[in-house]
């Protein structure tokens, strides 16, 4: 559906010539849609692209070795995709090793390829055998959390620039409790200027309502 006009219209475009799953994990790139789908034959993982501006599909094939791991995350970098996941090292915990393709030519489906190691070089924590990826920063760093509640709760920021990671406590989370979740989110702010905004709306319009005079009213 393309809005902006005043009529509502739906047609349809020519599918996508993969029959295949879509995942919840998804990115929009310079006017293109990235997801992860799976052959729904064999199960294999692709990158699906679609062009919103010629209204076609692509499949771009992938080392299987990208989809192995369910911590895989598609980012944003450095105005391309990019393909990131963990690999844990034997018995889990750290050193943990992250995997990053970078999608270089779309129509060559050209990748790159990086392996970086992440170390706890602040010996934090023993064990992690849950952490998943929650995104990319805005400044270039590779965010990471727990999917379940512990007691102590850190985030980590992997720098891939410099190689390091920072660990940050976060405190209030209480106890250990295995049925509790964490939803984590990058670069989410606060933003005041919104609610003041809808404030100072709410008042005009409220102040507009009781300046009508009762010939206005009746027109």
């Not at 702010?189 to 309502?209: G, I, R, S």
Request: aromatic share 14%; with cysteine; charged share 20%.
């Amino acid at each position: 559906m393309t809005l902006g006009t005043r009529k509502v219209r739906w047609r349809k475009i020519q599918q996508c010539p993969l029959i295949h799953i879509v995942s919840h994990e998804w990115i929009c790139i310079n006017g293109a849609l990235y997801y992860i789908a799976y052959n729904i034959d064999d199960f294999l993982g692709y990158i699906v692209c679609f062009d919103v501006r010629s209204e076609k599909f692509k499949c771009l094939n992938l080392n299987q070795d990208c989809f192995s791991e369910r911590s895989t995350k598609l980012i944003y970098y450095k105005g391309k995709l990019g393909v990131v996941n963990l690999k844990y090292a034997h018995g889990g915990g750290f050193p943990l090793k992250l995997c990053m393709w970078v999608l270089e030519d779309v129509e060559k489906q050209k990748w790159t390829t990086s392996v970086y190691t992440l170390r706890d070089e602040n010996r934090v924590v023993k064990v992690y055998y849950d952490l998943f990826i929650v995104g990319m920063t805005a400044t270039g760093q590779i965010v990471l959390a727990k999917k379940k509640v512990c007691k102590p709760f850190y985030v980590f920021y992997f720098n891939l620039e410099s190689n390091t990671l920072l660990s940050v406590e976060i405190q209030g989370f209480g106890e250990y409790q295995s049925c509790c979740s964490v939803h984590a989110f990058v670069d989410h702010v606060e933003d005041l200027n919104v609610y003041a905004f809808v404030e100072h709306m709410k008042k005009t319009y409220e102040y507009d309502a009781t300046s009508i005079s009762p010939l206005e009213q009746k027109s």
